[in-house]
Each structure stands twice: as C-alpha cells, then as structure tokens.
C-alpha cells in the first residue's frame, strides 16, 4: 500500500486529480494507493461527490482509497495567503491527516507531475533521516538565509545549514520520526516567532536543519529553473563551476537526471499548465511553453470526472492565446522604445557636453 499526500485549496483539487493520474498512469496496476487530500471544512457536498466519482472510475482499473482530511482556516487567519489561500500551510498537518499506523508517506504539491514509478521514491531507505528532499538553490555554504524575527529586540533567525535547504514539493516522510520529533508542532513555534520569506518551506527546513535525506534532482525536477531561467537572461551555474553556483549538482548529475526524470515540478519562474504561456515572454519576446508543458495537458485531459472542466481551462488558453501574446508583447516594445529613445538622448548629451 502507498500512502500519498496533498494539500490544496478546493479550486486546486482538480489539478491534485491530474498529479494522482499522472502517478496511476506510470505505476503497477497490481499497487494498491491511499491518497490523502487536506483541504478546507468549507467544500462543497458537489465537489467532495466530484472526489468520490473519481475515487470509483479509478477504481475501474486500480485499486485506489481517497480520503478528506478537512482543515478549519480560521485557525489560519494569522498566516500569509500564499497562491489565494493558506493551503501551504496545510502540509504541516500531514502526520495528523494519515493513520497513525502508517509510518511512511509521500507528500507531493499540486504543481508536479509524476513520470515514473513512484513505488521506487517510497521504498527509498532515508537512512534514519527524517525527510527525504530534492536540494533548492544556492546552496552552498556561506549562503545567508534568514528569517526576520517578529520580536524587534532578538535576532533575526540564521539557517545553520543552508547547503540541505530543500523544496517541500516532493517529500519522503518517516512519518514515526516527524511524529516523535513534533515537526510541525515545532514549526508552528517558529512561525510566532519569525517571518519566512519562503512560507512553510522556510519553518520546515528551519526545524530539520540538517535532519535531511538528499533526492536525486530527477525526483523534483524543476522545470522552470532548468528551462526557462535561462531563457529570461539569468545565468546559471552547476557545482564546481563557480564559488557560488545556482545548482548543489553538477551539470554531469543535472544530465542524468534529465534523461531519467521521474517527477516534474512546474516551478521557478515558471507558470503552471493551466495559466496560460502567452503572456510569459523570453528576451526574444517569445511566449514560453517549456518542455512536458503539452505532456500534462496530456494527462489532464484523461483524468475521469474533472477533465471536462480541465479540457475547457485548455481551450480558453488557446482562444484566447493571440490577444494575450498581443496584449504582452505591445507594452514591452513601447518600454523597449522608449528605453532606446532615452539612452539615445543621453549619448547626444554627453557628446554635446564633450564638444
């Protein structure tokens, strides 16, 4: 049995449902899944009868359980809103949402799609550590991360171990250790107590320190930061080719993982498969549509219950794509213009006033 988590908003939950086919569709039909949701106390009865049509036409080729685990968001009304809601947050209540006997799970976000067997991330040995994530960026050591004290006479608080700081999309928990060590009691503590830039991110990586299980990067492989960065002018270096480089791995590692990726992740400067790419420009003033961008779309358009509404989300992009691209692209070339029109008259300045 594996044991699955997600936390979202109710108008994400179709998009949870996209990620829970996706991992269907490239895992053992024979494997036997429990999906977990936490989501607010105010769904409707229309969308949770949604969930259950869903739970009984996967149920027609696998062998699927989804429960609901319900979150009161007035107990969130101190925290920061974060993509509309407080739904980050959520996640924090993880080893609340499964069974008490369950001592493993994966947590995923909303945002990734899975392209391999995800039996093999669970069966990983996380080597007494208590989550198991893919690295972030910059880390290296010596790299400042910091979260602002809410109390003006103490000190701002200093990750002590910027080189493990990881992304919290794609999680590996022992879930006996979270439990035993009050993870998420723990960051709640530290959230009264500072500011995260980062969100639940920054309070999770705060409380394990250096309590982490590094993933191969083909686990939570960023499809923003290795194919659209780039493309908006920003450099970007692997390890051991600068003091500082954006990536812990090497471009080698990078490589290799981007010819086995397993789990995609639709983030870092890059916009999610259901808003539209038309409005996203490179320096070239081209639209950005990166790479397994129509592959979700793919399996969107197969996921039973929600792919009606999914298939008309598709649709409104693509009849609406030239107005968009115009829309963009017009300002910026003003911008552009004016810049030019700007430096132009400060060349003839300075020449006039060298002359």
Known sequence: MLHIAFSCSIEYIKYCAVVITSILMHGDHKE???????????????????????????????????????????????????????????????????????????FLGVDVLVLGNIKKLIEMDLQNKTVGMAPDCFNFK???????????????????????????????????QWRQKNISQQCELLFQQYIPKWVEQDLINAVLGDDIYELSPRWN?????????????????????SLKPYWKYTRSEFEQSERNIQIAHFTHCCRKPWVTPYSHLDQDFKFIKYPYYDTWWHIAMQTPVFKKELIEIYRRIENNKVDVY?????????????????????LVQMQTSNN
């Open 32 to 106: 036997e899944y429990c999906f977990y949701i936490i989501t607010s106390s105010s769904i409707t009865k229309s969308m949770v009868d949604r969930i259950k049509a869903f739970e009984k036409k996967l149920n027609e080729n696998y062998t699927v359980n989804i429960s609901l685990f319900f979150i009161n968001e007035d107990e969130y009304k101190n925290h920061p809103i974060y993509a509309g809601s407080t739904a980050s947050f959520w996640r924090l209540k993880v080893a609340e949402a499964l069974p008490v006997d369950v001592d493993k799970c994966i």
């Open 142 to 176: 010596g790299f400042l991360r910091s979260m602002k004290s809410r109390d003006v006479e103490k000190l701002d608080f200093i990750f002590p171990y910027p080189e493990y700081y990881s992304n919290v999309d794609v999680m590996l928990i022992d879930l006996k």
């Open 221 to 241: 492989f960023w499809i923003g930061g290795h194919y659209v960065i780039s493309r908006l002018g920003k450099k970007i270096t692997f390890k051991g080719e």
């Open 326 to 346: 115009q829309n963009t692209v017009v300002p910026q070339i003003k911008s552009l213009q004016t810049t030019i029109k700007n430096n132009e008259a400060k």
